[in-house]
């Protein structure tokens, strides 16, 4: 008999057929399904009586800010915040100093995850109007999970909405291609709007529904004419997702908890720039549509877009004030605080956490079956957890969601095998991996 290095015992498993009980072991990195646990000997042994044990959540949409902005966040202090909110996996987005958007720059972004990251990893390469060739050379680099545009609110060579250019990029490589939808012509021709703002109020004014819509009715009319689907990120109103939900064959929807949970004018009220994010979070009756589409299948999945930055950053007040907010170490909690609250229930979380990304980009995660990867989470969902400002990882040291209540206090995270987090205690002498994509097809 061969000894497991770790069981999991007694818990019950958040599975796609529902809740069961069902013991784990795992070795070298790997789930195995026991029949009896009892009869199996192991290194460690957790019991999981009274727990609820998900797949390792994965959050697909991180700004870790390395190289480049490492004031405000990095790899080992963005991880540090991931596993503590449960997140195993995270993918993360190109735009730091300098942009990620060759071949050299994101191999160079994976050697530093190696050896300072707790959970696994995944990094976009973003697409610019001349790295065509780079797009190409990356698609089967290990921890390359696919290509993000930013079709609008960004700066430099990361800005690209030139039909031709996209059609080169839908037309010429694979995978994942992750949008920012916004029309940066509009948000342009609107800047009058920002630029005699004084309160934050102003943001979802200038970026309306419209920047927003439009964009993305273009950018899918060019996926149609490409035969490619496209991964549409942060969706934000009611009339955008409406409009992607007629047009699933050629789409994949991301929202986040923020654009779930607040809504204008009171976010800006409570919050004042700290909620100001691109696109920006708009009024209830958005909220509501979001949550609409959540309830019939338009969203695929969740993301965080963890965005940090510091308070002086922050604190220089609108419109000089940077776009994005925290949320790696809270996307799991504030799901728990829907489910709370009656809005999801927690086969739904795992859909949206560990099912969907799994899907979308075929990774060997996402499951508590047979040969899946060993990421785990383990939750006590008889116990309620505040979540409170200064006890968030991030650099920045903030949270727009202090105050909230959930209940599934985070017992373990556990990372290819393992244990990263145990109730509360971390373990930093383990680093996660990069991701392969393609390695399951669902």
């Known amino acids: 008999m061969e000894k497991f290095d770790l069981i999991i015992k007694g818990g019950t498993c958040v599975l796609k057929s529902g809740l069961k009980k069902r013991d784990l072991g795992v070795r070298d990195g790997k789930i195995i399904v026991l029949d009896n646990s009892s009869e199996e000997s192991a290194t460690k042994i957790i019991d999981a009586t009274g727990l609820h044990i998900f797949p390792g959540l994965i959050d697909t949409q991180v700004h870790f800010r390395e190289p480049g902005l490492t004031h405000k966040e990095d790899l080992a202090s963005g991880s540090l915040a991931a596993v503590q909110g449960g997140v195993t996996t995270f993918l993360e987005m190109p735009n730091t100093t300098p942009p990620t958007t060759t071949k050299a720059s994101i191999l160079e972004k994976i050697e530093i995850a190696k050896s300072k990251s707790l959970s696994n990893f995944g990094f976009y390469m973003g697409g610019t109007a001349e790295n065509l060739e780079e797009l190409k050379k990356a698609k089967d680099i ?3 999970c696919g290509i993000k545009i930013f079709l609008g609110s960004s700066t430099g060579n990361l800005l690209l909405y030139k039909r031709e250019k996209l059609e080169e ?4 490589t694979t995978g994942v291609i992750a949008l920012h939808s916004e029309n940066e012509e509009m948000l342009v021709q609107r800047k009058e709007i920002r ?3 004084t309160t934050a109020h102003a943001h979802p004014e200038w970026r309306n529904v419209e920047t927003a819509l439009t964009s993305t009715k273009r950018v899918i009319e060019i996926a149609k ?4 689907k496209v991964h549409v990120l942060h969706i934000t109103s009611k009339d955008e997702i409406d409009f992607l ?3 699933k064959e050629f789409c994949t929807v991301e929202v986040t908890p923020q654009h779930l949970t607040l809504s204008a004018p009171d976010c800006y009220d409570k919050l004042g720039t700290y909620a100001q994010m691109n696109p920006p979070i708009r009024t209830v009756d958005h909220t509501a549509g979001l949550w609409g589409a959540l309830k019939k299948g338009v969203v695929d ?4 877009d963890h965005a940090p930055h510091t308070r002086e950053e922050k604190d220089k007040g609108y419109p000089n004030s940077p776009s994005g907010m925290p949320g790696v170490q809270t996307i799991f909690p504030i799901l728990l ?3 709370q609250m009656g809005n999801l229930n927690l086969e739904e979380v795992a859909k949206y956490l560990c099912f969907n990304p799994a899907k979308l980009y075929g990774l060997n995660k996402g499951h508590l079956e047979n040969d899946f990867d060993a990421d785990i989470t383990i939750v006590d969902m008889n116990e309620e957890v505040e979540i409170k400002n200064e006890d968030m990882a991030s650099k920045c040291g903030w949270t727009p969601f202090d105050g909230y209540k959930y209940k599934g206090k985070i017992n ?3 990372v290819g095998g393992n244990i990263v987090v145990e109730n509360g205690v971390v373990d930093s002498s383990h680093f996660g991996s990069p991701i392969k994509i393609n390695q399951r097809k669902f």
Do not use: L, P
């Not at 990029?169 to 010429?172: G, L, Q």
């Open 245 to 247: 939900a007629e047009n």
């Open 301 to 304: 999945v969740i993301g965080s």
């Open 142 to 144: 290990e921890g390359c």
């Open 337 to 339: 605080h829907h489910v």
């Open 225 to 228: 004419e490409c035969n490619r």
């Open 412 to 414: 373990y995270t556990i």
């Open 195 to 197: 630029d005699r703002a």
């Open 169 to 172: 990029i839908f037309k010429n």
